[in-house]
């Protein structure tokens, strides 16, 4: 059991930088897939960007790529996703979520473990 525990998110105005970490509770010893995922009122969740154990890769969703950027410390166990010039369109809850093993990186039913969410809210 992979338990997840993200940090607080934040409210800022368009244009500026934030931070996410994710921990997770054990560490993992086979290559899992951690990928940050999205979800605004009234929308689906929506897949923002993975990393990849295997081979330290990363992917990203064309809404923010060139924007944030997802990194994992393998001694802290620890996922983050560095937020930059953040858009009003940005403002969603914000989820963590872990997988032993995908076949599709940015659908939700394949990750067993989930962070508990956190909000980051984007003002213009």
């Known amino acids: 059991q992979v338990k997840l525990l993200e940090s607080v998110g934040g409210s800022m105005q368009a244009g500026g930088s934030l931070i996410l970490s994710c921990t997770a509770s054990?560490?993992?010893?086979?290559?899992?897939?951690y990928t940050w995922f999205r979800q605004a009122p009234g929308n689906d969740r929506e897949w923002v960007a993975s990393?990849?154990?295997?081979?330290?890769?990363?992917r990203y969703s064309d809404s923010v790529k060139g924007r944030f950027t997802i990194s994992k410390d393998n001694a802290k166990n620890t996922l983050y996703l560095q937020m930059n010039s953040l858009k009003p369109e940005d403002t969603a809850l914000y989820f963590c979520?872990?997988?032993?093993?995908?076949?599709?990186?940015?659908?939700?039913?394949?990750?067993?473990?989930w962070g508990q969410g956190t909000q980051v809210t984007v003002s213009s």
């Open positions: 979520a872990a997988s032993e093993s995908v076949l599709v990186p940015g659908a939700s039913y394949e990750y067993p473990y």
């Open positions: 054990v560490y993992t010893v086979s290559n899992y897939v």
């Open positions: 990393f990849f154990d295997s081979d330290a890769s990363t």
